[in-house]
């Protein structure tokens, strides 16, 4: 299993370490150690959670430092990227040649962001079905924070955690916002 978090300040300044760190320990639950795996590059920081059995790196392919990833993926299409030991370094090498191009050629369960590191840009996306979760606040001229959890935002000191009244209403009414709005404000 893997999580994934982080954050973009929009106004510039630099990523902060112990941000992420916060959020990396508000989604641990107690008696878990995963590898924590943590990149800052300017005003982004990104960071994954991997609670599964450590990769065998010793065949891995060569990292593409062009792009920074986070993600959580299950990838079944192109072929080259079933293996889970090529799987992330093929996405990363496929996203930074064709960026937002590539998602068409992408089936499988998905969360993931990549930050182009040339051209200072941030590319979120995760499966059309929404299987692997990818909870995310925008503040507008301030920050982008994304999370595989909520408590993941929250954790970031960048986020409330207060409830958004008129939006749990509607939940509990069967009249859905649709998937920029939460019951959190």
Known sequence: MRLIAGF??????????ARLYAMAAAMTEP?????????????VGLLTLDFGPAPDFRA????????????????????????PIVREAGLTQLLAAHGSAAL????????FAAWNRQD????????????RPF?????????FLFASL?????ASGLVSRSLDRASLVNEL???????ERSLFD
């Open 31 to 43: 008696g878990l150690d995963p590898r924590v795996n943590i990149r800052i590059d300017g005003p």
């Open 150 to 154: 909520p408590r993941g935002l929250h």
């Open 60 to 83: 891995s392919a060569p990292r593409d430092e062009r792009l920074l990833l986070a993600a959580d993926i299950r990838l079944d299409e192109p072929e080259a990227l079933r293996d």
């Open 104 to 111: 068409p050629q992408l089936a499988g369960d998905f969360a």
């Open 8 to 17: 973009l300040h929009l106004d510039g300044r630099p990523a902060e370490e």
């Open 135 to 143: 909870f995310f606040a925008h503040r507008p001229d301030r920050q």
């Open 173 to 179: 009414l069967f009249r859905f916002d649709g998937p």
């Open 120 to 131: 200072r840009t941030l590319l979120c996306a995760r499966d059309g079905l929404g299987i």
